[in-house]
């Protein structure tokens, strides 16, 4: 072989390897593609997403307003038991939520209203020992979050991880459960009520006049923010403020047990946002669609992410509350939720946004 053929081929092989070498892992190209139209994926995070999970949320909700009642009518333990599954059933939709608390639920404060943790165990007290009124506007206008919501209503149906004993439950503590549990509904209402009268057209008309949204990736920006937000949460807040301080009260849930469910939907709400759908079986366009087309590789390796975080959070003895000498499983869970963040914020994002 002669020096000038050689150093022909030398020099395509350098200029295959630069090549290569300045892609990603699939060798697609990197950046922001501002050229895509992220239409059908804008309209399936909000009507196959968004929407579906809050009413699912406020179906449940409804539900256990109507058991509550059923409950306060003839205290038996059937109705407590009835009243406790739709509790659990209304966490699905709220915790899958918890991948896009933006908008109304920012707007309304929602967040706080429905989820404080921990709970005013002395205000609470003090209020159901009191002869005061336990009325929507004394909670709301006089009381802070803290007494109000999903764990108050959880405090009082349940203990040790089962539904309490009928006998055990106070007419006062009915009072106040269906009072908490009307606050609940109003939430889930207003939220579902702004998704689908005014906030869905802002979102969907992303880029145009009048959306509070100067362009599509300024949308698609929020839909990845509110994964990473989620993600974070988990592996560095409800996993690791009790694992580390080794504080039972600190986990969230623990009256029903139901924390790794919890964890495991809020998971499961970036698997939705990111394949575009509440329920599996009638997905959309997710952007699931976007990265696979620019880096499929990417793809499989986020959905693979996603998949193990949540099993990982599932593989943690539970109830968790009993379990946070479990260093291997915990540890585990945790790492596997900050991956999930940082493919979100370090290869998704700037696929999007500049």
Not at 59 to 66: C, I, L, S
Not at 161 to 183: F, M, S
Not at 313 to 335: C, H, M, Q, V, Y
Request: charged share 25%; aromatic share 10%.
């Amino acid at each position: 072989m002669n020096k000038k053929l050689l150093s022909t081929i030398l020099a395509v092989l350098m200029l295959l390897f630069v090549a290569c070498d300045s892609n990603d892992d699939d060798n697609n190209p990197v950046g922001p593609d501002e050229s895509y139209d992220f239409t059908s994926i804008i309209n399936s995070y909000v009507n196959k997403t968004i929407i579906p999970t809050y009413a699912q949320f406020k179906g449940a909700a409804t539900e256990m307003e109507a058991n509550i009642d059923k409950l306060i009518a003839s205290k038996t333990q059937a109705n407590v038991d009835a009243a406790c599954k739709s509790w659990k059933d209304a966490r699905i939709g709220w915790e899958a939520s918890e991948a896009f608390l933006f908008g109304p639920a920012a707007d309304f404060n929602i967040d706080p209203s429905l989820d404080s943790w921990p709970l005013d165990f002395g205000e609470l007290n003090k209020v159901i020992n009191s002869n005061e009124e336990i009325t929507k506007d004394m909670l709301l206008e006089n009381k802070g979050p803290a007494i109000r919501g999903f764990h108050t209503a959880e405090y009082l149906l349940f203990r040790d991880g089962a539904p309490r004993k009928v006998a055990d439950i106070t007419e006062r503590e009915l009072q106040y459960l269906k009072v908490t549990t009307g606050i609940i509904k109003d939430d889930v209402e207003s939220l579902y009520k702004s998704w689908t009268t005014s906030y869905n057209v802002e979102f969907i008309n992303a880029g145009k006049a009048g959306s509070r949204f100067a362009s599509q990736e300024a949308a698609i920006d929020q839909l990845i923010n509110g994964v990473i937000t989620i993600a974070d949460e988990v592996g560095t807040g409800k996993l690791v403020d009790p694992f580390e301080a080794k504080n039972p009260l600190l986990v969230e849930s623990w009256y029903s047990w139901n924390s790794l469910i919890d964890f495991q939907y809020n998971i499961r709400g970036i698997e939705n946002a990111y394949m575009g759908g509440f329920d599996k079986s009638d997905r959309g366009t997710g952007l699931d669609k976007f990265i696979e087309a620019k880096n499929p590789t990417l793809n499989a390796r986020v959905k693979a992410e996603i998949t193990d975080a949540i099993n990982k959070i599932g593989a943690i003895p539970a109830p968790f509350r009993s379990n946070l000498d479990k260093d291997t499983e915990i540890n585990a869970a945790i790492n596997a939720c900050l991956k999930v963040r940082d493919t979100f914020q370090k290869d998704i994002l700037p696929l999007v946004v500049k």
